[in-house]
């Protein structure tokens, strides 16, 4: 078993016009509505200045298969550099998780999901650049999240995971995956980049952007799967073995979704504008049908 991208091809789902000039790192959420929602990175102007990202964008749509989604405000505009959100519903609370300069949270109560305020949060534990961004939450169980980062280990990259019972105070768990020293990518902020894990078939999947992002369009879309029973542990990549990756697509920072009216799977996709990076639709979060070979 197997994903690949299927389709007819990539199509805008979310396009910033007053926000911001393009979406980068994101993440796309369900609310209890029924209605999807959209938080990407973004800034005012299409040069390449990753320090001044410092909102998110924000969009909404009732179909993933329709794209169009209509745009809303700035999110988490509280000053500090703001990248690649998570955002979980506790059942009570949206909470969302960003980075990069150390772990940030809010919590946001409307149903529109609009308005957003900062709280304290937490993460013990953690060894030295360990979990350094582009957090991503999953719900383990009724009790239990799970934050996925990129970091590195020792001098090569990494995926670390935390573990919670409210979504705002984390422990470091291991990590889940290691790279080596001869892997292909080791930059000195962590090649493991975007990490998203979810379940399919009996399976964890653990997807990265596995890049240096300067590396031309084949490295900037260079997303890498691996799958597990466990969502602790994915082994080891050293670029060496085939068998050691269960997948690849060409995306960027993808999220994977599953449309639970329909039963079809989705994939995203986004970037930076430019010869360099090429994304897929450029200024767009795209989305594609993901499908399986079983």
């Given at each position: 078993m197997k994903p690949r991208l299927g389709g007819s091809g990539w199509r805008p789902l979310f396009t910033p016009q007053r926000t911001g000039a393009y979406v980068n790192d994101h993440c796309v959420v369900r609310a209890p509505t029924g209605l999807w929602h959209v938080f990407g990175i973004t800034r005012p102007s299409l040069e390449l200045d990753p320090h001044q990202e410092r909102w998110f964008c924000h969009g909404s749509g009732a179909s993933l298969a329709a794209g169009g989604f209509d745009e809303h405000g700035r999110v988490c505009d509280f000053g500090p550099r703001?990248?690649?959100?998570?955002?979980?519903?506790?059942?009570?609370?949206?909470?969302?998780?960003?980075?990069?300069?150390?772990?940030?949270?809010?919590?946001?109560?409307?149903?529109?999901?609009?308005?957003?305020?900062?709280?304290?949060?937490?993460?013990?534990?953690?060894?030295?650049?360990?979990?350094?961004?582009?957090?991503?939450?999953?719900?383990?169980?009724?009790?239990?999240?799970?934050?996925?980062?990129?970091?590195?280990?020792?001098?090569?990259?990494?995926?670390?995971?935390?573990?919670s019972e409210n979504l705002l105070d984390w422990r470091f768990v291991r990590f889940a995956l290691r790279t080596t020293l001869a892997a292909p990518s080791n930059p000195p902020w962590g090649a493991t980049e975007s990490p998203f894990v979810f379940e399919h078939g009996g399976y964890y999947w653990l997807s990265i952007t596995y890049t240096t992002s300067f590396g031309g369009p084949a490295d900037y879309h260079n997303t890498l799967l691996f799958r597990s029973t466990n969502p602790f542990e994915f082994g080891t990549y050293s670029g060496d073995d085939p068998s050691e990756v269960a997948a690849k697509l060409h995306a960027h920072a993808p999220e994977y979704l599953r449309d639970p009216e329909s039963g079809r799977w989705f994939v995203t996709s986004c970037g930076w504008h430019g010869a360099l990076f090429q994304p897929v639709i450029a200024g767009s979060v795209a989305i594609r049908e993901l499908e399986w070979d079983e």
């Open positions: 703001a990248w690649a959100p998570s955002v979980a519903f506790d059942g009570q609370r949206w909470v969302m998780l960003y980075g990069p300069d150390l772990l940030r949270a809010a919590v946001c109560d409307d149903e529109r999901l609009d308005h957003w305020r900062e709280v304290p949060c937490s993460l013990t534990g953690a060894p030295l650049e360990a979990c350094l961004r582009d957090g991503m939450i999953l719900r383990l169980d009724d009790d239990t999240w799970l934050l996925y980062t990129t970091g590195k280990r020792g001098r090569a990259g990494a995926v670390s995971v935390c573990v």
